[in-house]
């Protein structure tokens, strides 16, 4: 690992640990074992490296959607590779994406750090809103209203719908605890069975 990035996995570390705030360039020299003026020759302050993890941590959300060969693309595109797909399938989906902000070593101090930066920094209160809330949902509506126009999905509000299947996965991401983690990922598993039950067409 360069020095570059092991200040970046520092500062994450840092950063969600003690708040944007209580993280001083001294901290993260010391945390890395180089002197304060180095960080310098790779970043140009605090805010810059705060910035250089919100781009890698979409570089990394890229990957991992390829990588658990999630659908994407626009919703119409996505809503085609969703056609006829297993229930088991669906919660192997959302385990896989749930595990990784929840347990992967740069997603989830990430989205801790985020979490706790959105309010203080309106770059950290964007990506939050972009990862966690807004996106999510504008494209789980676009999905669902596409299934629905094409007869997969009853006729019902795709906002709704998006809701319906959105916010208990967030909420157990954010109730997430390792050593319940079997207790939360069977909810998460009853949680997409019932959902299937309910809004798909058999």
């Known amino acids: 690992m360069t020095t570059r990035e092991l200040i970046l996995h520092a500062a994450l570390r840092l950063f969600s640990e003690r708040g944007y705030e209580g993280v001083s360039m001294r901290d993260l020299a010391s945390e890395v074992g180089i002197r304060a003026a180095s960080i310098y020759n790779h970043f140009s302050g605090k805010e810059d490296i705060f910035n250089c993890l919100l781009a890698e941590m979409e570089n990394r959300y890229v990957?991992?959607?390829?990588?658990?060969?999630?659908?994407?693309?626009?919703?119409?595109?996505?809503?085609?590779?969703?056609?006829?797909?297993?229930?088991?399938?669906?919660?192997?989906?959302?385990?896989?994406?749930?595990?990784?902000?929840?347990?992967?070593?740069?997603?989830a101090p990430f989205r801790r750090m985020i979490t706790a930066e959105q309010y203080r920094d309106s770059?950290?209160?964007?990506?939050?809103?972009?990862?966690?809330?807004?996106?999510?949902?504008?494209?789980?509506?676009?999905?669902?209203?596409?299934?629905?126009?094409?007869?997969?999905?009853?006729?019902?509000?795709?906002?709704?719908?998006?809701?319906?299947?959105?916010?208990?996965?967030?909420?157990?991401?954010?109730?997430?605890?390792?050593?319940?983690?079997?207790?939360?990922?069977?909810?998460?598993?009853?949680?997409v069975s019932q959902f299937s039950r309910l809004y798909v067409r058999r």
């Open 63 to 107: 990957k991992i959607i390829e990588a658990l060969n999630i659908p994407d693309g626009d919703p119409g595109e996505a809503a085609m590779n969703y056609i006829g797909i297993t229930e088991e399938r669906l919660q192997e989906i959302a385990v896989g994406i749930f595990l990784y902000f929840a347990k992967d070593e740069f997603a």
């Open 123 to 191: 770059a950290a209160g964007d990506a939050f809103r972009n990862m966690f809330i807004d996106t999510v949902l504008e494209f789980q509506t676009g999905l669902f209203q596409a299934l629905a126009e094409q007869g997969k999905f009853i006729d019902a509000d795709p906002g709704t719908i998006a809701l319906h299947f959105y916010s208990p996965i967030f909420l157990l991401l954010v109730s997430y605890d390792e050593s319940r983690e079997g207790e939360i990922l069977q909810t998460l598993k009853k949680h």
